[in-house]
C-alpha cells in the first residue's frame, strides 16, 4: 500500500514526462520566471525506443538550449546516403537556417543530459513518479495525483505541459485520441559493435525487403554513434486500411544479416520496438490550462519518423503560449497548425502513398538510380530532414509550401490537432 502525502504541492508549472519535450520545456519555462516541477514515470538513466539521430534543426534548437556542443563535440553526421533498388545517392545536409551540422546519441545519454540540464536551470525533477490521475474543472486541471517513490501525492499546479511520449498515458486521461485512420509509424531499433561507429553519415536503405523477399512501406537505417556501435533499425507505415503485415523485430534481424558483411556488425542487442503517431494525427491535446507537446501531440514527420526537433521546438512554443495567460482550448491547436500544418498533412498524404504495394517498386528506381536520382534524392532528403523553413524561397521550398496548401485544402477534413466534439 502506498503512502499518501495529506498536503497538496502547489506549483506554477507541472511538467510530465522528461524526455527531450518535457526537460526542454522545464527549461525554457524556469528561464522564464516559473516555478517548475518536471515529473518522469522512469529513473535515468532510461531508455527510448529510437534512432537517436539528431538532424541540422535539432541540433540548432539544442544550441538554443546551450547544449549542441555537449553533443557534436562527441560526434557529427553530414548528411544521408540513401541506397536501394540498385542506386545509392549522398545527400549532404543542406546550407539553411539550421546549419548543415547533424548528430546521433543514444537516448540513454542525450535523454539524462537534458534532465540534468532542466535541474541545472531551477526545475525540480521527481524521477519514480507517475501521473496516475487527475481532476478537472471547466477551468482546466485542478489536481494530479502522482505516485512518487511509493508516496502518492497530489499537486495543484497553474498550467500543466504534457511531454509523456508516444503512449501518452497522462494525455489520455485529459481526453487524447489517436486516430489510427492515418499514416503511423511501427519500427524496432537495436544496438550493434562495428569498425565504422565513427562514420560521418546516417545511412538508409529505402528498398527494405522481408525475409520472403516482399518490399516493405518503410526504411532501414544506420546511425553510427561514434562509441564503436551504431544504431541500426526498421521502420514500416500503415494505416488501419493498409496495415504493415510485418514483424519489425523479424524484420530488422534480416536487416542486420544483410548490413552485415559491409559493416562488420556485432549481434543485434538492446532490441525494441514501438508504434508511433505522426503528423499531428491526434485530437484533445489542451485545455484551458494544459496541452500536449512532442511526441504525445503526434508532432512526428511522416516521412522519416523524426520528432526530436519538433519536440525541442513545440517546448519552446507551449512555454510562450502559457505566457500569455490565455486560454490554451483553442489557441494551441491554432498554433500547432499554424508551425506544422501544411507540411505534416502533405508528408502524410506522401507517406500514405507509401503503404500501397506497388508504388515503392515503381518509384524506388526513379530516385535513386542515374541523374534523376542525384537531382531528386538531396531534396527529398531536406524535405526528410524537416530543413525547409518559411523564410526559403527557392523551388523546392516553394513547392513544398505549394503543395502543403493544396494538400490542406483537399484533405481539410483531416484530423490535425482538432478538439473533440
Same mark, same amino acid.
Given at each position: ?51 537517436d ?8 534548437q ?57 535541474? /541545472? ?5 521527481w ?9 478537472t ?8 495525483t ?18 509523456d511520449?508516444?503512449?501518452s ?37 529505402l ?14 537505417w ?6 564503436g556501435?551504431?544504431?541500426l533499425g ?22 542486420? /544479416? ?14 525494441? /520496438? ?6 499531428g494525427?491526434?485530437s ?50 491554432q ?10 498533412l ?17 518509384a ?13 534524392m ?12 518559411d ?20 484533405r ?5 490537432w482538432?478538439?473533440?466534439a
Amino acid at each position: 500500500m502506498e503512502l499518501v502525502t495529506r498536503n497538496p504541492v502547489v506549483v506554477d508549472v507541472l511538467v510530465v514526462g522528461a524526455g527531450p519535450a518535457g526537460s526542454a520545456a522545464a527549461i525554457y519555462a524556469t528561464q522564464a520566471g516559473h516555478d517548475v516541477l518536471l515529473v518522469e514515470a522512469a529513473s535515468f538513466p532510461r531508455d527510448k525506443t529510437c534512432g537517436d539521430g539528431l538532424t541540422p534543426r535539432a541540433v540548432h534548437q539544442l544550441e538554443r538550449l546551450g547544449l549542441s556542443e555537449k553533443i557534436t563535440n562527441e560526434h557529427v553526421n553530414h548528411g544521408l546516403k540513401l541506397h536501394g533498388f540498385g542506386g545509392s545517392v549522398t545527400a549532404p545536409w543542406p546550407k539553411s537556417a539550421f546549419g548543415t551540422i547533424g548528430s546521433a546519441m543514444p537516448r540513454m545519454l542525450f535523454d539524462a543530459l537534458l534532465a540534468d540540464a532542466a535541474v /541545472s536551470s531551477g526545475a525540480t525533477l521527481w524521477e519514480d513518479a507517475r501521473a496516475t490521475s487527475v481532476e478537472t474543472t471547466d477551468a482546466g486541471v485542478q489536481q494530479v495525483t502522482v505516485i512518487h517513490a511509493g508516496v502518492e501525492k497530489q499537486l495543484r499546479p497553474r498550467w500543466v505541459i504534457v511531454a509523456d511520449g508516444v503512449r501518452s498515458n497522462f494525455g489520455k486521461l485529459l481526453g487524447r485520441q489517436w486516430h489510427r485512420g492515418e499514416v503511423y509509424g511501427i519500427a524496432a531499433r537495436s544496438y550493434c559493435t562495428t569498425p565504422r561507429a565513427d562514420e560521418q553519415w546516417i545511412h538508409s536503405h529505402l528498398e527494405l525487403k522481408d525475409p520472403d523477399g516482399v518490399v516493405q512501406p518503410g526504411y532501414g537505417w544506420i546511425f553510427p554513434l561514434g562509441d564503436g556501435r551504431v544504431n541500426l533499425g526498421v521502420g514500416a507505415l500503415s494505416t488501419d486500411k493498409r496495415p504493415a503485415k510485418v514483424n519489425t523485430k523479424r524484420l530488422l534481424s534480416h536487416y542486420a /544479416s544483410q548490413q552485415r558483411s559491409d559493416w562488420q556488425l556485432g549481434p543485434e542487442t538492446d532490441v525494441a /520496438s514501438a508504434l508511433l503517431p505522426m503528423g499531428g494525427a491526434v485530437s484533445g491535446v489542451s485545455g484551458p490550462n494544459w496541452l500536449l507537446i512532442g511526441d504525445a501531440a503526434a508532432c512526428v514527420n511522416p516521412l522519416n519518423g523524426e520528432g526530436i526537433d519538433y519536440g525541442l521546438e513545440t517546448a519552446e512554443m507551449a512555454v510562450a503560449a502559457i505566457g500569455t495567460n490565455e486560454n490554451l482550448t483553442t489557441l494551441w491547436p491554432q498554433l500547432l497548425r499554424e508551425s506544422y500544418g501544411e507540411a505534416f498533412l502533405l508528408a502524410r498524404t506522401a507517406a500514405r502513398l507509401l503503404t500501397y504495394p506497388k508504388f515503392l517498386p515503381l518509384a524506388g528506381p526513379l530516385g535513386l538510380r542515374g541523374p534523376i536520382g542525384a537531382r531528386l534524392m538531396p531534396a527529398a532528403a531536406r524535405l526528410m530532414g524537416n530543413l525547409v523553413t518559411d523564410q526559403d524561397r527557392d523551388l523546392v521550398a516553394r513547392a513544398w509550401r505549394g503543395a502543403g496548401g493544396a494538400a490542406s485544402w483537399i484533405r481539410r477534413d483531416s484530423p490535425l490537432w482538432s478538439n473533440p466534439a
